[in-house]
């Protein structure tokens, strides 16, 4: 069996931790994060990718969400797909009930894995669609400072990968922009793992057709 994975840039470390000693693996392909705030185009490069390893692998495993426009993506390619049957990364990585549980305790929290720690505002400013800003001689931070007044704390999901004090920094530093309060709390590595696993399920099926 041979299994490729695309996948989004911000969950590169959890997939690559994912992966190791996966010998079956054969195609890895990551894609730059914040595709998703255009959800169609991102379809679409997700589907141009899918078409470049299909004839080289016998199931994809895409490491996204459904990020407003995945959801059905496997009946319009030519080879199976898995993916995690959720709405978004955060979803994935913190598990759906926590996830909710979390945006009950505070309405006004932002998410962020260590991929989003990483990328911290930059992210934060295609989020919003203000990348564009600077042409007009306005400033994309203080704008997202005045759409993000009902944001009150930051929450840093710690998945286990990359330099955990680093990305605390990183974190705290986003949330000192915006003058929220920075939480952490601990991911949940199951749904990537139990996801991936169905990859061997599929091909056996398709195998017996």
Same mark, same amino acid.
């Not at 400033?139 to 330099?163: C, N, Q, S, W």
């Given at each position: 069996? #041979?299994?490729?994975? !695309?996948?989004?840039?911000?969950? #590169? &470390? /959890? ?8 010998? *079956? ?6 894609? /730059? ?17 899918? @078409? ?12 996204? &969400? ?9 009946? *319009? ?20 009930? $926590?996830?909710?549980?979390? #945006? ?20 934060? !400013?295609? /989020? ?29 999901? @710690?998945?286990?990968? &990359? ?7 990183? @974190? ?6 915006? &003058? ?6 601990? @991911?949940?590595? $199951? ?6 696993? #169905?990859?061997? /399920? ?8």
């Amino acid at each position: 069996m #041979k299994i490729g994975i !695309i996948a989004c840039d911000i969950m #590169k &470390g /959890e997939i690559e931790r994912l992966l190791a000693d996966k010998e *079956e693996v054969t195609e890895v392909v990551f894609l /730059e994060a914040a595709l998703h705030v255009y959800p169609q185009k991102m379809k679409e490069r997700i589907k141009e990718e899918i @078409a470049a390893i299909k004839d080289r692998v016998d199931v994809v495993f895409l490491g996204y &969400g459904f990020c407003q426009s995945l959801q059905g993506i496997e009946n *319009e390619v030519d080879v199976p797909v898995v993916m995690p049957r959720l709405d978004d990364c955060i979803s994935i990585l913190l598990t759906p009930e $926590r996830y909710a549980a979390e #945006k009950r305790k505070e309405v006004g929290t932002w998410f962020m894995t260590p991929g989003w720690a990483e990328v911290g505002i930059d992210i934060m !400013i295609k /989020e919003l669609h203000l990348d564009r800003a600077k042409k007009y001689g306005k400033d994309p931070v203080e704008m997202a400072k005045r759409l993000l007044t009902h944001y009150r704390r930051g929450l840093f999901i @710690a998945t286990g990968v &990359g330099d955990r004090d680093d990305l605390l920094k990183k @974190a705290e530093a986003f949330c000192d922009t915006f &003058g929220i309060t920075l939480e952490e709390t601990t @991911a949940d590595s $199951r749904i990537l793992e139990q996801t991936f696993e #169905k990859c061997a /399920e599929v091909v056996r099926v398709k195998r017996k057709k």
